[in-house]
């Protein structure tokens, strides 16, 4: 069974910081992966999709990066912001005799302060 | 246009009472998903439908969870008897393509929270 850890689970942060968050799955057979940010109290909104053959993508501040050959994916916040401030959840589908239903991770809880 | 609508946003019901969950996907969205997420857990998987492809009921904790896509279109999850531990929110997404294909990105209704007493 597929099994995805984010690290880490919580991160509190000045204003202004790079940040890295990292998603890691046991079966490194991955499809595809998508990240989310979810704000309290509500549902996710995609932040970045990382297809079958490509290895990163960037919208604004952020860029995600997969390497398929360990398993794991990073999320690059630049220039962090206070309205950076959510859980960023990351969700892959495994190829192979698969479902490719996403399995999600538990989340990085992030706090930007001013 | 319109992303995905959930109703009702919070449902509080009597142990023992059984629910209705409503999801509208984005207009032309074949695949269709039903997650929950418990408090402080990660979204777990509960049904995907797919065209009028029989739907992967894989993830349903029981036989008390049952849902329907009618049309390809509107799903209803229905929990029966509820329990306790059915309290959770409950997600739904849609996605322009299936599971098994590219550019299949996931797009979230803002769920409704249930609430059983």
């Known amino acids: 069974k597929q099994e995805v850890t984010q690290i880490p689970a919580a991160l509190s942060v000045p204003e202004g910081e790079n940040l890295v968050l990292n998603c890691s799955f046991t079966?490194?057979?991955?499809?595809?992966l998508q990240w989310f940010r979810q704000d309290p109290g509500k549902g996710l909104t995609s932040l970045l999709l990382i297809q079958s053959s490509q290895r990163e993508q960037t919208s604004g501040r952020l860029n995600a990066s997969l390497d398929k050959s360990s398993g794991r994916s990073t999320l690059y916040i630049a220039a962090s912001q206070p309205g950076d401030s959510a859980t960023y959840l990351c969700a892959g589908r495994v190829s192979g005799g698969g479902s490719y239903i996403p399995t999600f991770g538990r989340g990085t809880s992030l706090i930007v302060h001013p | 246009g319109a992303g995905v609508s959930q109703s009702p946003s919070n449902k509080v019901t009597e142990k023992g009472k059984d629910v209705e969950l409503r999801c509208d996907p984005i207009?032309?969205?074949?695949?269709l998903y039903w997650y929950r997420q418990s408090l402080g857990q990660g979204l777990e998987f509960l049904i995907y439908?797919?065209?009028?492809?029989?739907?992967?009921k894989s993830g349903l904790p029981s036989d008390r969870f049952s849902a329907e896509r009618t049309g390809g279109s509107v799903s209803t999850l229905t929990i029966q008897r509820t329990q306790q531990e059915d309290s959770a929110v409950y997600l739904c997404?849609?996605?322009?393509?299936?599971?098994?294909?590219?550019?299949?990105?996931?797009?979230f209704g803002p769920g409704t929270r249930l609430t059983v007493l």
């Open positions: 997404a849609s996605s322009p393509r299936g599971a098994g294909e590219s550019y299949n990105e996931q797009f």
């Open positions: 079966d490194s057979a991955i499809y595809n």
């Open positions: 439908f797919q065209g009028n492809s029989a739907p992967d």
């Open positions: 207009s032309g969205h074949t695949a």
